[in-house]
C-alpha cells in the first residue's frame, strides 16, 4: 500500500499567506476530499501537491519519496495522476487517438503492449462505442470518461480530481461517482476538490476542510457535519446530506 502525504504546506503571495501549515494524506484505495470556502486556500493546497505551485515551505512524499521539487511530469512518472477541472483532451483527436497520445509516454510498453492498453481503457470505462468519435463531439459525461482513462493511461498510484462534477448533469454526477468508487476498487488512492460539497461528502471517507488557508476540520462526512466551526465558516446550520 502506498501514502500520498502533503506536510506542513504553506504559501504565500506577496505579503498575503494564502496556505499555512497543512498537512494531509492519501492511502491507496482511499477517496479523500479537500474542501471550503471560496478563497480558502483549498485549490493552492491541491495544485501545490499535483505541481501546478510551488509551496513556499513543507513536502509532499509519495511514501518515502520526496516529490516537492519534481515538475508536474516528475509526479506523474512517480504516481500521481491529474484531471484538471477544464476540458483537457485534444478536440480534434478521436477517443481512441486521445488515450494512445497518453500512452505512447510509456517507454516500458511497445506497440502492442499500449495497443492491448488501449482496448484495456476503452472497455473499462465504457467507451469502446464512441472510440472514433472526435473529442469536440463528446458530451459532458463522455468527455469525463475519457479523460480519466487518459489519467489512467499512465497507470498512477494516486488521481487527484479537480471539480469532477463540474459541468456535467445529475446522470453523469452519478456515472463519475461510480468511477470514482472503480479507481479505489482498482486500489488508486482518490483525492477530490469540488465545490460540489454534498457530492464530495456523500463519497468520500475522510475529509479535510479548509478555512483562511488553514485545516479546521478532518474527518468522515459526519464528523464534518458535526463539528461547528465548519457550520459557522463553511455549510451552514441548516445544511443535510
Do not use: W
Not at 117 to 122: A, I, K, T
Not at 157 to 175: R, T
Amino acid at each position: 500500500m502506498a501514502t500520498l502525504k502533503a506536510q506542513h504546506l504553506a504559501k504565500s503571495y506577496k505579503s498575503r499567506q494564502v496556505v499555512r501549515d497543512v498537512s494531509l494524506s492519501i492511502d491507496s484505495g482511499q477517496i479523500v476530499g479537500l474542501l471550503g470556502p471560496n478563497g480558502a486556500g483549498k485549490t493552492t493546497c491541491f495544485y501545490m501537491i499535483v505541481g501546478l505551485v510551488q509551496a513556499d515551505q513543507g513536502r509532499v512524499l509519495i511514501d518515502d519519496l520526496d516529490v516537492s521539487h519534481q515538475p508536474m511530469h516528475g509526479r506523474a512518472k512517480a504516481g500521481i495522476g491529474y484531471l484538471p477541472q477544464e476540458a483537457s483532451i485534444f478536440r480534434k483527436l478521436s477517443v481512441a487517438d486521445n488515450i494512445m497520445a497518453i500512452l505512447e509516454t510509456r517507454k516500458e510498453l511497445d506497440k502492442a503492449g499500449r495497443r492491448q492498453e488501449l482496448e484495456s481503457l476503452l472497455q473499462e470505462f465504457h467507451i469502446s462505442h464512441i472510440r472514433d468519435n472526435l473529442g469536440m463531439s463528446l458530451s459532458g459525461g463522455e468527455r469525463r470518461r475519457v479523460e480519466i482513462a487518459r489519467a489512467l493511461a499512465t497507470s498512477p498510484k494516486f488521481i487527484l480530481l479537480d471539480e469532477p462534477f463540474a459541468g456535467v448533469d445529475p446522470i453523469s454526477v452519478g456515472d463519475i461517482k461510480q468511477i470514482i468508487h472503480h479507481l479505489k476498487a482498482k486500489g488508486i488512492g482518490v483525492l477530490i476538490t469540488d465545490h460540489n460539497v454534498r457530492e464530495t461528502l456523500d463519497i468520500c471517507e475522510t475529509a479535510y476542510i479548509v478555512n483562511d488557508g488553514q485545516l479546521i476540520a478532518e474527518g468522515d462526512s459526519a464528523a464534518i457535519l458535526a463539528n461547528d466551526l465548519v457550520k459557522e465558516v463553511y455549510l451552514g446550520h441548516e445544511f443535510r446530506l
